[in-house]
DNA sequence: ACTTTACGAAACGAGCCCGTTGCGTATCGG
DNA sequence: CCGATACGCAACGGGCTCGTTTCGTAAAGT
């Protein structure tokens, strides 16, 4: 070998921008934020909102579903702290999470991303199912689980269907929906029925 | 006046063909049932799928949106038939009437825009929620109603956030699980849980 | 016949975006 | 300093869609 091998085997030249690399991603989601969807989505338009050359993108990602995908990627979805004490606490806690999300207008966007092109983009809904859904999701059946076996919920509780049933409601408020009717009291509101059920008691 | 008047004032020339009318309407809703977004639905596309110059598009419509909206109009929404004979019952009718729509791709694709694109393009939506989403819900409404009125229910029910309650699951089923998952007892659970609660008895 | 309007087809200039290339500059290792 | 690579910027040719216009033809009333 004529170079020096640092054992990491670092290129020559000058190495590319992280600051670039952090400006693209942002553009991404501050477009899809705004309302564009995938198709309508422009790699100049990404470009110029990044204050970076169209080249700078194309050096690094083949397709614009890569780099949406990679933006999706960043996305941080905290899921929020449980604290345990009950079943109805912990997933009004989910709920709200919910509701407060549907409030910003960028999440919205992103939801309808997720929502609306997964037949054109699996791959991106895919990421999006894994780093935003599952998590949250998982959350919610390790409640509703536990809620099996201390005795809160029936026992023979299909998770899964429960899952459904206690997020859904939430979802068509959020997506159908005046967002004056996301009201503060909302996710109690649904849990509580949700767990009593609509027959008579 | 030097013309015939024949009370309602039919203009003089070849009157429009009613042909080409159906056939720009329905050539809409095959390009959005086959995943077009509003945005990416071109005018050009349309007048070569209904076989029809862009002249007689433009001659009818000003612009893309009133298209959408008389094309979505056409859509019959058939409000299924409910016996009347339980609240579970016709739930369970209404709950496979969205099961049995969300296998159709085409409609998928139509809800879908109703979902996503309805921050860009409200008039659209408010044209959608009129006439197929509010026809259902009204149905699901008198069901509810008349559950409660007949003891099936609970005495002080909040309707709406029952109908939301009724309808989530299965959304969530219909956009965010696979299509073997929308099996045909899906309504029926879906609806017995909701009834029931999830709580223990 | 004659006027009037609609029809399908084709072409227009304009604008946007594509993916690529060349340019001069900046930043790294050696 | 030198070679290598990345940077932002501008420009390219090509494609697509826009909304409009022109053309010759078709279908109605008078």
Redesign the pocket.
């Known amino acids: 070998m ?5 054992g990491t085997a ?12 952090k ?1 693209i991603l942002e553009a991404t989601l501050d477009l899809i934020g705004e309302g564009s969807g995938v198709t ?9 909102r ?11 990602w ?3 579903e890569d780099l949406v995908v990679d933006a999706l990627a960043t996305l941080k979805s905290p899921v929020p702290h449980l604290s345990g004490e009950s079943v109805r606490g912990d997933l009004i806690v989910l709920m709200e999470a919910m509701r407060l999300d549907a409030l910003q207008s960028d999440r919205r966007c992103v939801m309808n991303i997720a929502m609306s092109e997964s037949d054109r983009y699996p791959h991106l809904f895919e990421k999006f199912r894994r780093i935003a859904i599952e998590p949250r999701r998982e959350a919610m059946r390790q409640v509703l689980r536990r809620g099996v076996a201390n005795g809160e919920l029936q026992p023979d509780l299909d998770i899964d269907l429960a899952v459904q049933i206690v997020s859904g409601p939430m979802v068509m408020f959020t997506r159908w929906a005046d967002p004056e009717d996301l009201t503060e009291d909302l996710p109690r509101r649904i849990v509580d029925q949700v767990l009593a059920g609509l027959g008579r008691k």
């Open positions: 004529s170079t020096t091998e640092t670092r290129p020559a030249g000058r190495p590319r921008s992280e600051k670039a690399e400006a309508e989505l422009t790699i100049e338009a990404i470009a110029a990044a204050g970076v050359g169209k080249t700078t993108i194309y050096r690094r083949s397709n614009k």
